[in-house]
């Protein structure tokens, strides 16, 4: 009797620790123990269960979707596969359609054809044909590489494995969503959350076999490399992927004005749950290939296509509690715990309510009855206050005016463009002083955009933070790999993978390196230009002389809130060690231009007056992506000053002062053809 009643005790043991280590491998982190680990712990509960004829729901003898990934391979992807910024209402169309337009300099009322496409809530995967063959599937990863799932790709009978058309492009990467449709979930709804999830897991199955169990669908909707590309617009090349046997959208669309796009927004909407499969909102391209090209992107995102999510599902429920985060950038940001409540399929038991002002205005207040809304990845968010089910004795929130985390003083800034106080409250403590700020930066300087440690997700950075392994960025260079050995979750092959990434890791380009140290106002795109312009990992550091702060100012896109914030970021002592150590255990490379073969190689521009057809932010991004440089003041480093219509009459003689060559408009376009 005893007996049995421990092998129950194990058996039980066993099957938490089994579903403990699905559950690292399916929230996407690495595997924290090896394939022959995993297997022998699958073992020992199925002979248990022979044994002693248990059983239980979690039993990985009751699921085909829990098997652990093997390490997939990493591939770079030829063109990097991007994200789609959101828009939620008319006015963000409205906007997207502006940017657009002042972009290309074109007329205020231009009408441009868009490709309308349904969002499908998948996964992406990027497949690429050579000769017609499919050779190499990969997933999307974090956008500059991913995962080699080519034999599970394979097992999906939507993805032809041999295309014979005559048009097919020789060299091709076709790209689209894998996801499972709602009816073939209903099936296998007991081993995944969501039809996402479903999706996810079986397409990182190590057997392909199982994958093939599971019936996922793939839709095709765009592509990566293509050689000699002839087709001129997105609907043409939907067209053709259904000629070279791929599945497209049925609810593809080509439409022109904004209020005919939502319109169709929102017939979609009234029957997005009829659909076969789950859908997050309707995705607009620019029809034009070559306007699209001409768009390019910003850091991640195209500026030719904008995803308009569908309205969220709502629920109501009670507020339990309302704590104060403290962000990265110091921002206090409250956070309203509710009694949990299914939103659309998702268990929801915290709400943001955005800052201050905004508790303010609704006059939010803990034991209030209040409607929650939740759209797709955005995270969950108070819309209103039942004021009714209030209760009497309710006491309005006070907004604590001392940081929560290190008790300095708080404020709003005042914003010199907009000649208001902010809405956000923050925390005025310098960086690291403040706990709550220095976790938030050790997360973002690990992230997939900073230095790109895998196995170190933000859970485990405040697990590292707790037990005083980490406090600065630098400490992530000199981890007790013995210590974290001996954690629970952490395998041999787990800490050997974490030792890897973390060495990887410190070859960095120096761009990556200014965005890690997650300085306010400085993203991806201004650590760029800040890095182009200073070249090396010291002449960075040599950055602590304000003198040499302000003359950042002459770059095209650093402003004085920029200024500013380097300013401050470099006055503090902690900071200046911090950088100083992270450059000596770091191997940073110097900032290098992508293109260097380009036609404007090594040549500076500067413009002056109105250009015709074009905006500076094209000509800028033109004259960078052949080689060259922009600046924007006069002086002998200026090779071309560009003269529009109306120019500066006083850069004009400036320029002829110093012998600076003045071209036209023209002559430009002349030098790229
Ligand atoms: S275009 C170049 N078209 O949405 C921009 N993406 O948030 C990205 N998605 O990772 C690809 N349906 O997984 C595009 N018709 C569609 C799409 C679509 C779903 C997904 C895709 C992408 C994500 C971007």
Same mark, same amino acid.
């Given at each position: 009797m005893k007996k049995s009643f421990s092998n129950k005790d194990k058996y039980l043991k066993k099957i938490k620790q089994i579903q403990k280590y699905n559950k690292f491998y399916f929230q996407g982190n690495s595997p924290k123990i090896t394939d022959q680990e995993y297997d022998k712990l699958k073992k020992e509960i199925e002979n248990l269960e022979k044994e002693f004829n248990f059983s239980h729901q979690d039993s990985p003898s009751n699921s085909v979707g829990y098997t652990p990934a093997k390490n997939f391979k990493k591939f770079p992807h030829r063109v990097k596969m991007l994200s789609l910024s959101n828009a939620f209402n008319k006015d963000d169309l409205k906007n997207f359609e502006k940017r657009v337009v002042n972009y290309?300099?074109?007329?205020?009322?231009?009408?441009?054809?868009?490709?309308?496409?349904?969002?499908?809530?998948?996964?992406?995967?990027?497949?690429?044909?050579?000769? &017609?063959?499919? #050779?190499?599937?990969?997933?999307? &990863?974090?956008?500059?590489?991913?995962?080699?799932?080519?034999?599970?790709?394979?097992?999906?009978?939507?993805?032809?494995?041999?295309?014979?058309?005559?048009?097919?492009?020789?060299?091709?990467d076709i790209r689209g969503e894998v996801f499972i449709q709602n009816d073939d979930f209903e099936n296998i709804k007991s081993e995944f959350a969501n039809p996402r999830n479903a999706a996810s897991g079986s397409l990182r199955q190590k057997d392909p076999k199982k994958t093939s169990l599971i019936p996922l669908k793939f839709i095709a909707y765009t592509f990566g490399f293509i050689s000699k590309n002839k087709i001129k617009n997105q609907s043409e090349y939907l067209e053709k992927l259904k000629i070279w046997g791929f599945k497209t959208s049925d609810l593809n669309k080509k439409i022109s004005k904004i209020d005919e796009l939502i319109a169709y927004h929102s017939e979609i909407e009234k029957i997005r749950y009829q659909l076969k499969y789950d859908l997050d909102g309707i995705v607009y391209k620019i029809n034009d290939l070559n306007l699209q090209k001409r768009l390019g992107n910003v850091a991640n995102a195209p500026r030719w296509a904008i995803a308009h999510k569908f309205?969220?599902?709502?629920?109501?429920?009670?507020?339990?509690?309302?704590?104060?985060?403290?962000?990265?950038? &110091?921002?206090?940001?409250?956070?309203?715990?509710?009694k949990p409540v299914n939103i659309g399929g998702v268990v929801v038991s915290n709400a943001t309510l955005h800052n201050e002002?905004?508790?303010?205005r609704k006059d939010i207040r803990i034991g209030d009855t209040v409607k929650i809304e939740r759209a797709?990845?955005?995270?969950?968010?108070?819309?209103?206050v039942d004021i009714k089910k209030r209760e009497k004795k309710s006491k309005k929130f006070i907004f604590p005016k001392k940081c929560p985390s290190c008790g300095s003083n708080t404020a709003k800034e005042f914003n010199q463009q907009t000649k208001k106080y902010d809405a956000v409250r923050r925390c005025t403590s310098e960086g690291f002083v403040c706990d709550k700020i220095a976790i938030e930066k050790l997360k973002h300087f690990v992230s997939k955009d900073a230095l790109n440690i895998e196995g170190l997700g933000k859970k485990v950075i405040e697990q590292f933070w707790e037990l005083k392994f980490i406090k600065y960025p630098f400490d992530?260079?000199?981890?007790?790999?013995?210590?974290?050995?001996?954690?629970? &979750?952490?395998?041999?092959?787990?800490?050997?993978?974490?030792?890897?990434?973390? #060495?990887k890791a410190k070859?960095?380009?120096?761009?990556?390196?200014v965005f890690s140290l997650g300085i306010r106002h400085i993203g991806q795109e201004n650590a760029k230009?800040?890095? #182009?312009?200073?070249?090396?990992?010291n002449s960075f550091f040599d950055l602590k002389n304000k003198n040499l702060i302000k003359e950042l100012i002459s770059i095209d896109g650093i402003g004085e809130t920029q200024i500013n914030s380097l300013l401050n970021f470099f006055s503090n002592n902690i900071n200046l060690m911090v950088i100083e150590k992270l450059i000596k255990v770091l191997n940073i490379q110097d900032y290098n231009r992508t293109n260097t073969k380009g036609k404007l190689n090594k040549k500076t521009f500067m413009f002056t007056g109105k250009l015709e057809n074009i905006s500076r932010a094209e000509a800028k991004n033109l004259v960078e992506n052949n080689g060259g440089k922009v600046i924007s003041s006069i002086s002998k480093k200026l090779n071309f000053l560009i003269i529009g219509e109306k120019p500066t009459n006083r850069k004009v003689e400036l320029a002829k002062k110093n012998n600076i060559k003045l071209i036209k408009l023209d002559d430009f376009k002349k030098m790229l053809n």
């Amino acid at each position: 009797m005893k007996k049995s009643f421990s092998n129950k005790d194990k058996y039980l043991k066993k099957i938490k620790q089994i579903q403990k280590y699905n559950k690292f491998y399916f929230q996407g982190n690495s595997p924290k123990i090896t394939d022959q680990e995993y297997d022998k712990l699958k073992k020992e509960i199925e002979n248990l269960e022979k044994e002693f004829n248990f059983s239980h729901q979690d039993s990985p003898s009751n699921s085909v979707g829990y098997t652990p990934a093997k390490n997939f391979k990493k591939f770079p992807h030829r063109v990097k596969m991007l994200s789609l910024s959101n828009a939620f209402n008319k006015d963000d169309l409205k906007n997207f359609e502006k940017r657009v337009v002042n972009y290309l300099n074109l007329q205020k009322n231009h009408q441009f054809e868009y490709s309308v496409e349904p969002k499908i809530d998948g996964i992406s995967a990027s497949l690429t044909y050579k000769s &017609g063959k499919f #050779e190499k599937g990969l997933s999307r &990863g974090n956008g500059e590489e991913g995962e080699d799932i080519t034999e599970n790709l394979r097992t999906i009978g939507d993805i032809p494995l041999e295309i014979k058309n005559p048009d097919f492009p020789e060299d091709i990467d076709i790209r689209g969503e894998v996801f499972i449709q709602n009816d073939d979930f209903e099936n296998i709804k007991s081993e995944f959350a969501n039809p996402r999830n479903a999706a996810s897991g079986s397409l990182r199955q190590k057997d392909p076999k199982k994958t093939s169990l599971i019936p996922l669908k793939f839709i095709a909707y765009t592509f990566g490399f293509i050689s000699k590309n002839k087709i001129k617009n997105q609907s043409e090349y939907l067209e053709k992927l259904k000629i070279w046997g791929f599945k497209t959208s049925d609810l593809n669309k080509k439409i022109s004005k904004i209020d005919e796009l939502i319109a169709y927004h929102s017939e979609i909407e009234k029957i997005r749950y009829q659909l076969k499969y789950d859908l997050d909102g309707i995705v607009y391209k620019i029809n034009d290939l070559n306007l699209q090209k001409r768009l390019g992107n910003v850091a991640n995102a195209p500026r030719w296509a904008i995803a308009h999510k569908f309205s969220a599902s709502s629920s109501v429920s009670i507020i339990k509690d309302i704590e104060i985060q403290v962000g990265r950038t &110091g921002a206090l940001t409250p956070v309203a715990k509710i009694k949990p409540v299914n939103i659309g399929g998702v268990v929801v038991s915290n709400a943001t309510l955005h800052n201050e002002e905004e508790i303010i205005r609704k006059d939010i207040r803990i034991g209030d009855t209040v409607k929650i809304e939740r759209a797709g990845d955005v995270i969950p968010h108070v819309i209103s206050v039942d004021i009714k089910k209030r209760e009497k004795k309710s006491k309005k929130f006070i907004f604590p005016k001392k940081c929560p985390s290190c008790g300095s003083n708080t404020a709003k800034e005042f914003n010199q463009q907009t000649k208001k106080y902010d809405a956000v409250r923050r925390c005025t403590s310098e960086g690291f002083v403040c706990d709550k700020i220095a976790i938030e930066k050790l997360k973002h300087f690990v992230s997939k955009d900073a230095l790109n440690i895998e196995g170190l997700g933000k859970k485990v950075i405040e697990q590292f933070w707790e037990l005083k392994f980490i406090k600065y960025p630098f400490d992530v260079f000199n981890l007790d790999y013995k210590k974290i050995s001996n954690l629970d &979750g952490w395998g041999d092959l787990s800490v050997k993978n974490l030792r890897n990434s973390i #060495e990887k890791a410190k070859f960095i380009k120096l761009e990556k390196f200014v965005f890690s140290l997650g300085i306010r106002h400085i993203g991806q795109e201004n650590a760029k230009l800040i890095a #182009e312009n200073v070249k090396k990992a010291n002449s960075f550091f040599d950055l602590k002389n304000k003198n040499l702060i302000k003359e950042l100012i002459s770059i095209d896109g650093i402003g004085e809130t920029q200024i500013n914030s380097l300013l401050n970021f470099f006055s503090n002592n902690i900071n200046l060690m911090v950088i100083e150590k992270l450059i000596k255990v770091l191997n940073i490379q110097d900032y290098n231009r992508t293109n260097t073969k380009g036609k404007l190689n090594k040549k500076t521009f500067m413009f002056t007056g109105k250009l015709e057809n074009i905006s500076r932010a094209e000509a800028k991004n033109l004259v960078e992506n052949n080689g060259g440089k922009v600046i924007s003041s006069i002086s002998k480093k200026l090779n071309f000053l560009i003269i529009g219509e109306k120019p500066t009459n006083r850069k004009v003689e400036l320029a002829k002062k110093n012998n600076i060559k003045l071209i036209k408009l023209d002559d430009f376009k002349k030098m790229l053809n």
